[in-house]
């Protein structure tokens, strides 16, 4: 059971002064505050030893070795169109996924039985390859991609449409 007060609201809670307590340290004055700043917790550390502001920003400090030079960018290429992704190259990318599917296939379950059957597994494998190219080239083809890139890029494309093509 909760006590209440008499008019049936829950009691509140007063913060009560105490005169032992000296509050004047918790609190910040503006008269109390050193001119030269606010002192670093570790300004009082046995080794500390400290130095003037008349260093200049981002330099390295007293002591130290200097900044590496920056590498040298090249001049922007003006007047040379951005490298392309052709559509050739992305079907290069995902025939290599199909080249390697079709060594994995004679590699494990043997050569076909007949004309007909080697025919019509390469058949099967035309779908996954032209779609799986469609959508490299339409991922690379604004940029100047190199081809191992796009034979990465044609992977899962391949190789996701091989598995739902299998049984077909």
């Known amino acids: 059971m909760q006590r209440t007060t008499e008019d049936g609201g829950y009691p509140t809670a007063t913060i009560k002064w105490r005169p032992e307590v000296d509050y004047s340290r918790c609190v910040s004055h503006p008269e109390q505050q050193d001119p030269a700043g606010p002192r670093p917790p570790w300004a009082g550390a046995p080794g500390y030893q400290p130095f003037g502001n008349d260093l200049p920003p981002h330099a390295p400090m007293p002591g130290a070795p200097p900044y590496p030079a920056g590498p040298e960018h090249p001049a922007p290429a003006v007047g040379r169109p951005a490298g392309r992704t052709s559509f050739l190259a992305a079907l290069g990318a995902a025939a290599v996924w199909a080249v390697v599917n079709l060594a994995l296939v004679l590699g494990?379950?043997?050569?076909?039985?007949?004309?007909?059957?080697?025919?019509?597994?390469?058949g099967r494998l035309l779908l996954p390859t032209l779609f799986a190219a469609l959508c490299t080239w339409l991922i690379a083809r604004r940029r100047g991609w190199s081809f191992w890139l796009l034979v990465l890029l044609a992977a899962p494309f391949f190789w996701v449409l091989r598995a739902l093509t299998i049984g077909r």
Request: proline content about 20%.
């Open 108 to 122: 494990l379950a043997g050569p076909p039985p007949g004309a007909g059957a080697a025919g019509a597994f390469v």
